[in-house]
């Protein structure tokens, strides 16, 4: 017997008495398919490939992380320094959850326009609404796990929300922190919930994809399969179609992952959990922006707990709201109107729900947000009432319908994402504007300037450290800045730390070891406040990364210093600067031209040094940012030629079928 | 004829595509999970760490200490010139992992080894006094009883191997480098 010919055998014993091999041929082979899908239909596999990614890389940051308020913060850090590839696996981790709502979101707002929810698929439309109820806690649990200032803030508020309860909501909230306060029990709790809910999430696909293939994929002329000419095998036609999608996908996840990994988050969580200080903004991530704005819609408490909450809840009465019999928005040429519209609302929730809750935003949120219920529990109903819908085509084998509309729809989408992602910026543009430089690292190709560093690090020990502490920063990590192994032992030798205790029990001063952190200046945060007037100079190690505008805003505000104009007033110990908010700040201009004098005769005006230091304050924030870069480009050059192959394939796999 | 051409010609195609794809998908699947194990390796904070200096000075003669290097026991011995002699008395190749006393120190009276017991792992008993220390007079290992020598090599008891010597270096006559 050949040895093919065994293993058949072999796995026909295993189906025989666990049928695993025909479950599978069944659901992902045979399984028969419309054959007029569009591309739209990629993106559920895409969200299961999203849960997969996710569920990966959160296994092995969960190998690193600690979650204890004392040390979260700090694990995360050493994750992305420290840990082998950590700072991939991290940003995989965290941009997945955006590209997860992305895909998941078009897939909902695909089943909007095709009336996928409509029977017989209700079932399937309600498990997809309690798997994005599911994944909306999941992602909120975890954007607190780094315990940044945002995690902090963002969890007071959204448990907050249940102590709009009326008579229990105090004892509710208690209870979900297990405190009095947003503390070490929740982070705790949240941990073990942000671990558990994902594998929930997979249990709840599973009963998702059941029923898909219980009740048969709908398609885009929304009519049912009529007989064997209608459909084709998933599997080569789908898997290699998915393939393909997957390989794009990947190419603008890997944009973001290598090259702008924090354009989606906020700046503020990389400034650790302070309990007594409120960022000034508190927003929640981009793919909660349109509840958020529902809810500030309301001007009071409970209500608009309330009507966040009903935004999603009302979705699982769509198969009633909408009761017309044609599914797909293709024949509605009234729901078409109103399906575009709607989309555009909810991106002017997720707009408002960004800029303060002031002037027009309020108002324009509360027009979109009675929008948003006027959609779908007046305008639905009614048109599907009085709607008159185009005739339905005989059958799906025999195409009447032109790619165009989901082209079309294609583009707009594209236009209105474009549209979010430039004018993103602009909700965090307050101020004076910055002085925008050209730095080494920016670009695909971009690193850093080793001599910069090193004469950035000089500014640092000369300057700067006198207050500010570096304490993610150690002195291996100078290795990168051009100094020998040799060079890097001197230089933290020449600085003492104390370590113990002794075998006698007794703190010692020793010199410093390669290993070792950057000293901080102050013994601690209360001794560093009482020298510096009860202002705090933050630690720098991340400060690049923890402010709005990133190297644009340091360098600006290093060079920022001015005379006081005649009408403004200054409290005392207080300096005038035109790039700090509120213009007042506490640290007074460190900068003088000539002060430094750097060996490889650079110039040392202020602009100069400020540039220098900047450049070293980056690298300090993103060490690394150079392999990001290498990595990112190898990643998507074989990305692309791995999609290429792939679409060739698809073609040729599909030219029987076109 | 012409027809059988046709249908050939794309078949062919495509099974080349096909290969190629899932050649290459196959070595983008392998080369992606590599970031994923190697996560699973000493982060660079610990692999800083794997370095000890250690103080010989206070270690009187007959006196041993234990460091903690790599998250393990290392014993320091300052071996009598008794303990010296009969670790250099027993002929080496009668031994179950045979290896010469001079081979494993570098200062016949500084004695250093990795105090993890070879069998399973233990930490043998042997450095304080008072300890058991076996029936050749160096360590003994409770858990399931290995005698090691006053040379830290395996003399009876299920341990496979002597007790490991680290890499280190003598910065001065009183001052070692461990790792
Ligand atoms: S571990 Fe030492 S004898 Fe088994």
Redesign the interface.
């Known amino acids: 017997m050949t040895a093919p010919g065994r293993l058949n055998k072999a796995l026909d014993w295993v189906d025989r008495r666990l049928p695993l091999i025909s479950l599978m041929k069944h659901s992902a082979i045979d399984y028969p398919t419309p054959k007029n899908l569009n591309y739209w239909w990629n993106f559920g596999s895409l969200a299961g490939f999203m849960l997969v990614v996710m569920i990966?890389t959160g296994l092995?940051l969960a190998?690193?992380y600690t979650p204890h308020v004392d040390m979260a913060f700090d694990s995360v850090e050493?994750i992305m320094?420290?840990?082998?590839?950590?700072w991939?696996?991290r940003y995989l981790h965290m941009n997945g959850a955006s590209m997860f709502f992305v895909v998941t979101y078009i897939h909902i707002f695909r089943g909007l326009y095709y009336g996928s929810y409509k029977p017989p698929r209700e079932l399937l439309w309600w498990i997809g609404l309690v798997i994005l109820l599911l994944m909306m806690a999941t992602a909120f649990m975890g954007y607190v796990l780094p315990w940044g200032q945002m995690s902090l803030w963002g969890a007071t508020v959204i448990t907050n929300l249940f102590s709009a309860v009326p008579v229990v909501g105090d004892a509710i909230v208690t209870l979900l922190w297990g405190g009095f306060s947003v503390d070490n029990p929740t982070l705790n709790r949240f941990f073990v919930l942000h671990f558990l809910l994902p594998f929930v999430i997979l249990g709840v696909v599973v009963l998702h994809v059941w029923a898909l293939h219980t009740v048969k994929s709908n398609n885009p002329l929304g009519i049912d399969v009529k007989g064997p000419q209608d459909v084709i095998p998933f599997h080569p036609y789908y898997t290699v179609k998915d393939?393909f999608g997957i390989g794009v996908f990947l190419i603008v996840y890997c944009l973001f992952t290598f090259w702008y990994p924090n354009y989606l988050g906020h700046p503020d969580n990389y400034i650790p959990a302070n309990p007594m200080v409120t960022p000034p903004h508190i927003v929640p991530e981009w793919y909660f922006l349109p509840f958020y704005a529902i809810l500030r819609a309301v001007p009071d408490k409970l209500m608009g707990v309330i009507a966040m909450f009903a935004a999603i809840l009302v979705l699982f009465a769509l198969p009633w709201l909408d009761s017309s019999k044609v599914r797909s928005g293709t024949f509605r040429p009234w729901f078409k109107v109103a399906f575009w519209l709607f989309v555009v609302d909810c991106f002017v929730l997720g707009y408002v729900g960004a800029m303060p809750a002031e002037g027009v935003w309020i108002v324009l949120g509360r027009i979109a947000s009675v929008y948003y219920f006027v959609h779908l529990l007046l305008i639905l109903p009614l048109l599907s009432r009085y709607e008159k819908t185009r005739p339905l085509p005989e059958s799906i084998g025999l195409p009447v319908l032109s790619r165009e509309g989901a082209a079309k729809g294609a583009q707009a989408l594209a236009v209105l994402f474009a549209v979010v992602l430039f004018a993103a910026p602009a909700v965090a543009a307050e101020g004076a504007p910055l002085r925008k430089q050209s730095w080494s690292w920016q670009g695909i190709f971009g690193t850093y300037d080793e001599a910069q560093l090193r004469r950035g690090y000089q500014v640092y020990r000369e300057v700067c450290s006198a207050c500010h502490a570096m304490k993610r920063v150690?002195f291996?990590n100078t290795e990168a800045l051009g100094f020998t192994e040799e060079a890097v032992k001197e230089l933290a030798a020449s600085y003492t730390v104390t370590d113990g205790p002794d075998d006698n029990g007794d703190m010692f001063e020793r010199p410093a070891l390669?290993?070792d952190r950057f000293p901080s200046p102050f013994p601690n945060d209360q001794a560093a406040m009482a020298a510096n007037g009860g202002a705090l100079p933050p630690d720098l190690s991340l400060i690049v990364k923890a402010r709005m505008g990133g190297p644009d805003y340091v360098f600006s505000l290093l060079t920022g210093y001015a005379p006081q104009p005649a009408d403004v007033e200054l409290p005392p110990g207080k300096f005038y600067n035109t790039v700090f908010p509120g213009h007042a700040i506490s640290m007074p201009p460190q900068l003088t031209d000539g002060a430094i004098e750097f060996p490889d005769g650079a110039p040392a005006n202020v602009e100069a040094v400020a540039r220098d230091v900047t450049a070293f304050l980056q690298w300090a924030a993103e060490p690394e940012l150079e392999e990001r870069h290498a990595m990112g480009v190898k990643t998507v050059l074989?990305?692309f030629?791995?999609t290429a192959?792939?679409y060739?394939?698809k073609r040729?796999?599909w030219?029987a079928v076109h | 004829m012409s027809d059988h051409v046709m249908n050939e010609t794309p078949k062919t195609r495509r099974d080349f595509l096909f290969a190629a794809a899932t050649a290459v998908g196959a070595v983008g699947a392998a080369v992606a999970v590599w970031p994923f194990v190697d996560s699973l390796n000493p982060a660079a904070d610990t692999r800083a760490l794997s370095t000890v200096e250690v103080d010989l000075a206070p270690i009187a003669a007959g006196q041993a200490i234990t460091v903690k290097w790599r998250g393990k026991p290392v014993f320091i011995r300052h071996r009598t010139p008794q303990e010296i002699e009969s670790a250099r008395a027993v002929n080496a190749a009668d031994l179950r992992d045979p290896q010469a006393d001079d081979a494993r120190v570098q200062k016949a009276e500084w004695l250093v080894m990795v105090g993890v017991c070879t069998h399973l792992g233990c930490v043998p008993l042997g450095q304080k006094a008072g300890d058991p220390v076996g029936d050749f007079g160096g360590w003994f290992c409770p858990c399931h009883g290995s005698h090691y020598d006053t040379s830290g090599r395996i003399r009876k008891g299920p341990a496979p191997a002597n007790l490991a010597v680290p890499d280190y270096a003598f910065l001065s006559d009183t001052q070692i480098r461990i790792g």
């Not at chain 1, 320094?81 to 950590?86: A, E, L």
């Open positions: 990966v092995f190998m690193q050493r320094r420290d840990v082998n590839y950590g991939l696996i393939l150690h291996r390669p290993s074989f990305l030629a791995a192959l792939m060739a394939l040729r796999v030219a």
